[in-house]
């Protein structure tokens, strides 16, 4: 879909909330008639065709939110939309089940008078045809002209007038329009409201497929932009933040500090290196690749007290990246949870039936919450530790063998109640394979989808690490586009500040 199109439907995308949809959706466009050989490309009736920029369509928004609207669709693949609705039990949602019934009753009761009143059905059929028409692209002239010859209201009217007005062949015909237009995922909606004989029930469901139709609308039309936006919000977010900077040139200290702690950390590493070998020359400077220093930051945070300011340039980011971190502790937990158990009655449960299954079932409801203050992980350790003895001790019974004895449950509800200690060693050994994975990510090249191999320990969280590594790799690949000169001006200063004094030096001779 052309770019002009998608544009052309912003207005639908905006009143629809986010989430998630079937990404089967992104097969929008099927049928043939929507691109005609005599159509001219046109421009949208209400002005003539404008040529905006990216700045001045941000601007427009005045409105942060759009800008963080925007960077969330260009770093998060997985971001679309779907269709949503207040809950039955609410207050809102039962004032709109009121009145929509009112209005649905009073419409069959105009239908079936005698003669027929088909004022409401009309000013129905005419919003059908609009909503009808904003599926289309701007060359599709033939089903253009067919929708508008169809569901001719003046025609209709005249049609009611004279008691000659076929609703149910009108309501067949949107249907049948639908159908072509429609993503696949809709194909058995379409279905039933073939199979809808009320007229009034089948004008009720046909608005309501017709609302799912523009959610898939409107993720087509982010996917289809989502290359544009990325590369247009690189240079947006990038000139903004100059001008930021240029207003207040304090703007990148905490940034600063951030890639000089993990400088100081890789020295700090190379240091322990060259004391463990007896033969390495310590008097020679140590060289520090820029590329591992900044990774090594974007590692950090997946540990970052969020108490603290994150960095400047993270900003955008701070949500996301919180979020990820509260999940890898999750998983983290679970990992040594597994481990532990494995270790001490390994034997045991080899032949119970999904056990990795069944303790993320278990463990995920307990952990929620695990990142706030006043959330108790000692309890809920145990709580989980009490369910893997149950689990055990029940598949032991039904294979007619002995249970766990007392003191074997107490030593292994013991270990991992002992996973809340600091410098726990299962947990430290479970965080530092966590965090080979991520580095291992991060030194991907950002074209290469593939994941690298698994670290052991890892595999009964293999699927959901996998998913947040992705997530992880995404803001981190964008966020390295956006910012990556200011970056490598910093790196520049902290790791040659020689040849940076020089260019200053250079810079100032010349003016």
């Not at 949602?93 to 027929?116: C, N, R, Y």
């Not at 329009?177 to 194909?187: E, N, Q, S, V």
Request: charged share 25%; proline share 5%; with cysteine.
């Amino acid at each position: 879909m052309p770019l002009s199109d998608d544009q052309n439907s912003d207005s639908d995308s905006s009143r629809l909330s986010e989430s998630t949809v079937s990404s089967s959706d992104t097969e929008y466009s099927r049928q043939s008639f929507n691109s005609d050989s005599s159509s001219k490309p046109s421009s949208p009736a209400s002005s003539p065709p404008k040529v905006i920029t990216f700045d001045e369509l941000m601007a427009a928004t005045r409105n942060l939110s759009n800008w963080t609207l925007a960077h969330e669709i260009a770093v998060n693949a997985n971001f679309c939309i779907k269709h949503e609705d207040y809950p039955q039990n609410s207050f809102a949602g039962t004032v709109k089940q009121i009145v929509h019934k009112a209005f649905w009753d009073h419409l069959e009761s105009e239908l079936s008078e005698d003669p027929p009143e088909y004022k409401h059905a009309i000013k129905l059929f005419e919003e059908i045809k609009e909503i009808l028409l904003s599926f289309l692209t701007p060359g599709a002239n033939r089903i253009h002209n067919q929708i508008c010859e169809v569901l001719d209201t003046d025609l209709i009217r005249q049609q009611a007038e004279h008691n000659a007005v076929d609703i149910p062949g009108l309501a067949n015909y949107v249907i049948n329009t639908m159908g072509k237009l429609c993503a696949p995922i809709r194909d058995n909606d379409i279905k039933q409201l073939k199979a809808t004989d009320n007229i009034v029930e089948l004008l009720r469901q046909i608005f309501h497929v017709l609302d799912l139709m523009k959610v898939d609308m409107a993720n087509y039309t982010i996917k289809s932009l989502r290359p544009y936006l990325w590369h247009n919000l690189v240079d947006y977010e990038r000139t903004k933040f100059q001008e930021i900077l240029e207003e207040t040139p304090s703007a990148l200290n905490l940034t600063t500090e951030w890639i000089k702690e993990s400088i100081e950390d890789e020295l700090s590493s190379i240091s322990d290196e060259s004391s463990s070998c007896p033969g390495a020359d310590s008097s020679s400077k140590p060289i520090i690749s820029p590329t591992l220093v900044l990774n090594n930051g974007y590692l950090k945070l997946l540990q970052w007290d969020y108490c603290k300011t994150i960095p400047e340039t993270l900003i955008t980011d701070e949500v996301r990246l919180q979020e990820l971190r509260e999940k890898l502790n999750q998983l983290k937990v679970i990992a040594c949870v597994s481990l532990i158990t494995n270790n001490m009655v390994g034997a045991v449960i080899v032949d119970v039936p999904d056990f990795t299954d069944q303790l993320k079932r278990i463990s995920l409801p307990l952990l929620e919450g695990m990142n706030k203050k006043s959330f108790d992980l000692k309890e809920a350790l145990n709580a989980i530790g009490v369910q893997i003895c149950s689990i055990v001790n029940k598949s032991l019974s039904e294979r007619g063998l002995p249970t766990l004895s007392e003191e074997m449950q107490s030593n292994l509800m013991g270990q991992i109640a002992h996973i809340v200690e600091k410098n726990n060693p299962i947990c430290s050994l479970i965080d530092k394979r966590i965090q080979l994975f991520m580095r291992s990510l991060l030194a991907l090249p950002s074209f290469q989808k593939c994941m690298p191999t698994m670290p052991g320990g890892l595999s009964v969280i293999q699927t959901e690490i996998e998913f947040l590594g992705s997530q992880y790799a995404s803001i981190v690949n964008f966020n390295k586009k956006v910012y990556g000169p200011f970056y490598a001006n910093i790196l520049r200063k902290l790791l040659f500040p020689e040849a940076a004094m020089e260019k200053t030096e250079a810079e100032t001779s010349s003016n």
